[in-house]
C-alpha cells in the first residue's frame, strides 16, 4: 500500500513540487488555501461568492495526467478588451463546476475525473474567507492581496471570520504519513492553512512526519532577510504540540546572474541554509543541489530530484 502524503499549500511552490511527486508511488493530497483575493480570483469571488479558485487550478494542471495541451489550456489567460479580460479558462471552469454541482469540492472532484489527476486536491474550506494580518507596526491590513503588498513585517495572521474546514481535509491529515508544508508565499500560502484550531488540533492527533520543503528565495514582505531556520521558526509558531521535524533545502549554488536577476526585478534573495541553526532547534536538514533553469527563464525546485528526496524518506522513516 502507498504511504499517505498529504501538502499544505498553495500556487507556484507547491505545483512545482507535486509534478515532481506524483511520478512516484505515493497517495498524494493537496490542501489548498483558499483565501487569494487578487486578479482573476479576487473577481470571480466577489461576483460569485466562492472560496478562492485560483491556487487550485494551478495545483489541479500540474497534478493532471493527460495531454499537456490540458494544463496550457486551464492556465490560458485571456488579453481582450471584454470584461473576459485577465480572466484564465481554468478559473471560469472552477467557477462554473461549483455552481452546477454546488460546492467547490465537489466541482473539483468532476473536473479532477476528466484530467485524470494524480491524486486529490481539497480546498481548506468552502468558505469565502477573509485572512487578516496585524504588522509589526500595529496596522490591520485586510484581504491576501493586501497584506502581500504592505511591504511590512506580519506579526499575527489570523481569519476575519474562523472558516469551517472541510471533513475530508480533517480526515487526509489524520490518516497521513508524512504532512509537507510546502515551498511558497510563507504567509499567504501555507501558514494561512495552520491558522485554524481543527486543522491544528488534526495534526497534533497524526502520527505523521512533518516535513518543510524550503523556499529557494526570500519572498518581499513576507520572508526579507529570512534564513531557512526563521522560516521554520515561523511554522512552528502557528503548529501545535507538534513542530517541523524535518526540512529540505536547497544548497546548491545559484548563478550571480539569477541572484541579481531575482533581486532586480523581484527584490529576492537566496535563502541561506543555516545548518546549525537547525540542528540547535533538534530539526534534521535535507540538502543538496535543487537548483534548476526551466524553460520559462525561471529559477526553481528541480521537482523531479527533489520528490526523490522526499520519497527516499519517506521509505526509509518509521513510521
Given at each position: 500500500?502507498?504511504?499517505?502524503?498529504?501538502?499544505?499549500?498553495?500556487?507556484?511552490?507547491?505545483?512545482?513540487?507535486?509534478?515532481g511527486?506524483?511520478?512516484?508511488?505515493?497517495?498524494?493530497?493537496?490542501?489548498?488555501?483558499?483565501?487569494?483575493?487578487?486578479?482573476?480570483?479576487?473577481?470571480?469571488?466577489?461576483?460569485?461568492?466562492i472560496?478562492?479558485?485560483?491556487?487550485?487550478?494551478?495545483?489541479?494542471?500540474?497534478?493532471?495526467e493527460?495531454?499537456?495541451?490540458?494544463?496550457?489550456?486551464?492556465?490560458?489567460?485571456?488579453?481582450?478588451?471584454?470584461?473576459?479580460?485577465?480572466?484564465?479558462?481554468?478559473?471560469?471552469?472552477?467557477?462554473?463546476?461549483?455552481?452546477?454541482?454546488?460546492?467547490?469540492?465537489?466541482?473539483?472532484?468532476?473536473?479532477?475525473?476528466?484530467?485524470?489527476?494524480?491524486?486529490?486536491?481539497?480546498?481548506?474550506?468552502?468558505?469565502?474567507?477573509?485572512?487578516?494580518?496585524?504588522?509589526?507596526?500595529?496596522?490591520?491590513?485586510?484581504?491576501?492581496?493586501?497584506?502581500?503588498?504592505?511591504?511590512?513585517?506580519?506579526?499575527?495572521?489570523?481569519?476575519?471570520?474562523?472558516?469551517?474546514?472541510?471533513?475530508?481535509?480533517l480526515?487526509?491529515?489524520?490518516?497521513?504519513d508524512?504532512?509537507?508544508?510546502?515551498?511558497?508565499?510563507?504567509?499567504?500560502?501555507?501558514?494561512?492553512?495552520?491558522?485554524?484550531?481543527?486543522?491544528?488540533?488534526?495534526?497534533?492527533?497524526?502520527?505523521?512526519?512533518?516535513?518543510?520543503?524550503?523556499?529557494?528565495?526570500?519572498?518581499?514582505?513576507?520572508?526579507?532577510?529570512?534564513?531557512?531556520?526563521?522560516?521554520?521558526?515561523?511554522?512552528?509558531?502557528?503548529?501545535?504540540?507538534?513542530?517541523?521535524?524535518?526540512?529540505?533545502?536547497n544548497?546548491?549554488?545559484?548563478?550571480?546572474?539569477?541572484?541579481?536577476?531575482?533581486?532586480?526585478?523581484?527584490?529576492?534573495?537566496?535563502?541561506?541554509?543555516?545548518?546549525?541553526?537547525?540542528?540547535?532547534?533538534?530539526?534534521?536538514?535535507?540538502?543538496?543541489?535543487?537548483?534548476?533553469?526551466?524553460?520559462?527563464?525561471?529559477?526553481?525546485?528541480?521537482?523531479?530530484?527533489?520528490?526523490?528526496?522526499?520519497?527516499?524518506?519517506?521509505?526509509?522513516?518509521?513510521?
Open positions: 500500500m502507498n504511504k499517505k502524503v498529504v501538502i499544505l499549500g498553495g500556487g507556484t511552490g507547491t505545483s512545482t513540487l507535486v509534478k511527486l506524483k511520478q512516484f508511488p505515493v497517495d498524494i493530497t493537496v490542501v489548498v488555501s483558499v483565501c487569494d483575493d487578487g486578479k482573476s480570483t479576487g473577481k470571480l469571488r466577489k461576483e460569485f461568492d472560496p478562492a479558485v485560483g491556487d487550485l487550478r494551478r495545483v489541479i494542471a500540474s497534478m493532471s493527460t495531454e499537456p495541451l490540458f494544463e496550457k489550456l486551464l492556465e490560458y489567460r485571456f488579453n481582450t478588451t471584454s470584461d473576459l479580460n485577465g480572466h484564465t479558462v481554468g478559473n471560469l471552469l472552477l467557477t462554473a463546476l461549483c455552481n452546477i454541482t454546488g460546492n467547490m469540492s465537489d466541482g473539483i472532484e468532476s473536473l479532477s475525473k476528466v484530467l485524470n489527476l494524480k491524486g486529490q486536491v481539497l480546498p481548506l474550506t468552502e468558505d469565502n474567507v477573509i485572512l487578516m494580518a496585524k504588522m509589526s507596526d500595529g496596522t490591520i491590513v485586510e484581504g491576501e492581496h493586501n497584506i502581500t503588498e504592505a511591504n511590512k513585517k506580519i506579526k499575527k495572521l489570523y481569519y476575519k471570520k474562523e472558516p469551517v474546514i472541510t471533513k475530508k481535509v480526515d487526509s491529515i489524520k490518516n497521513a508524512l504532512i509537507i508544508l510546502s515551498m511558497g508565499s510563507l504567509y499567504t500560502s501555507v501558514i494561512c492553512n495552520l491558522i485554524s484550531k481543527d486543522i491544528i488540533s488534526a495534526i497534533d492527533k497524526s502520527k505523521a512526519k512533518i516535513m518543510y520543503v524550503c523556499n529557494m528565495f526570500t519572498q518581499p514582505g513576507e520572508t526579507d532577510d529570512f534564513k531557512a531556520s526563521d522560516h521554520v521558526k515561523a511554522l512552528n509558531a502557528y503548529l501545535g504540540k507538534r513542530k517541523v521535524q524535518t526540512v529540505i533545502a544548497d546548491g549554488k545559484i548563478s550571480k546572474e539569477y541572484e541579481k536577476k531575482y533581486h532586480r526585478e523581484e527584490q529576492k534573495d537566496a535563502v541561506i541554509l543555516d545548518k546549525d541553526e537547525l540542528n540547535k532547534m533538534n530539526v534534521k536538514t535535507i540538502h543538496d543541489n535543487f537548483v534548476k533553469v526551466y524553460d520559462d527563464n525561471t529559477l526553481k525546485h528541480d521537482a523531479i530530484k527533489l520528490s526523490l528526496k522526499i520519497f527516499e524518506e519517506l521509505i526509509n522513516s518509521t513510521f
